[in-house]
Nanobody, 124 residues
Framework: QVQLVESGGGLVQAGGSLRLSCSAS????????MGWFRQAPGKEREFVAA????????LYADSVKGRFTITRDNAKNTVSLQMNSLKPEDTAVYYC?????????????????WGQGTQVTVSS
């Protein structure tokens, strides 16, 4: 079992920045690929970013490429999402997730554990 807790959400103006953090507890954190997903009202959950279990390879949705950066610290059991140049369309609940058995993946169905989510609201 892995428990994930997100933090760092909030309200920010368009063009601003936020940093989301996800703290993991339970089984060995470095065994898991980590990802961030988001879900806006009335929309399906969508992939945002993922990082390999060793932490060298990353993947991003086209909509956030160049603006968001995912990092992880296996010594501290944390994964972070730095979000810059935020847009109103980035408004959503953001979820941290952990996947076992794969080095990295964008598919939500491959993730075994999910956090409770943190709200990000970007005003225009």
């Amino acid at each position: 079992q892995v428990q994930l807790v997100e933090s760092g959400g909030g309200l920010v103006q368009a063009g601003g920045s936020l940093r989301l953090s996800c703290s993991a507890s339970g089984r060995t954190f470095s065994w898991y690929a980590m990802g961030w997903f988001r879900q806006a009202p009335g929309k399906e959950r969508e992939f945002v970013a993922a990082i390999e279990w060793i932490g060298s390879r990353t993947l991003y949705a086209d909509s956030v490429k160049g603006r968001f950066t995912i990092t992880r610290d296996n010594a501290k059991n944390t994964v972070s999402l730095q979000m810059n140049s935020l847009k109103p369309e980035d408004t959503a609940v953001y979820y941290c997730a952990a996947a076992s058995g794969v080095p990295i993946t964008t598919r939500p169905g491959r993730y075994d554990y999910w956090g409770q989510g943190t709200q990000v609201t970007v005003s225009s």
